[in-house]
């Protein structure tokens, strides 16, 4: 069992910047693929970024603003959210793929683990 705990949400102005935390335990998650997925009010849940063991992938309404990292020692993964815009807002929700290594997989029935979810909001 992998338990995944986000952190780091909250309210913040457009163009702000926030980065989410994803601390996970019981088992080391450094060679899984881990994902930021999110989820506005009435939508889909949506991928965000993906982070393999040695590559990185974004959603097209979030790149050159958001960034995926991962430091295997504290067992944790990051999403840094610059200039962030209110079409921004939503649950933010971190996932773990057990069962590869590669590569980042953008649909949510890939993945085997979830926190339970941050609230971003971000005002005009």
């Known amino acids: 069992q992998v338990q995944l705990v986000e952190s780091g949400g909250g309210l913040v102005q457009a163009g702000g910047s926030l980065r989410l935390s994803c601390a996970a335990s019981?088992?080391?998650?450094?060679?899984?693929?881990m994902g930021w997925f999110r989820q506005a009010p009435g939508k889909e849940r949506e991928f965000v970024a993906g982070a393999s063991t040695y590559t990185f992938n974004y959603a097209d309404s979030v790149k050159g603003r958001f960034t995926i990292s991962r430091d295997n020692a504290k067992n944790t993964v990051y999403l840094q959210m610059n200039d962030l815009q209110p079409e921004d807002t939503a649950v933010y929700y971190c996932?773990?793929?057990?069962?590869?290594?590669?590569?980042?997989?953008?649909?949510?029935?890939?993945?085997?683990?979830w926190g339970q979810g941050a609230q971003v909001t971000v005002s005009a």
């Open positions: 996932a773990a793929d057990e069962h590869r290594q590669y590569p980042v997989m953008t649909n949510t029935g890939a993945y085997d683990y």
């Open positions: 019981g088992r080391t998650i450094g060679s899984y693929v």
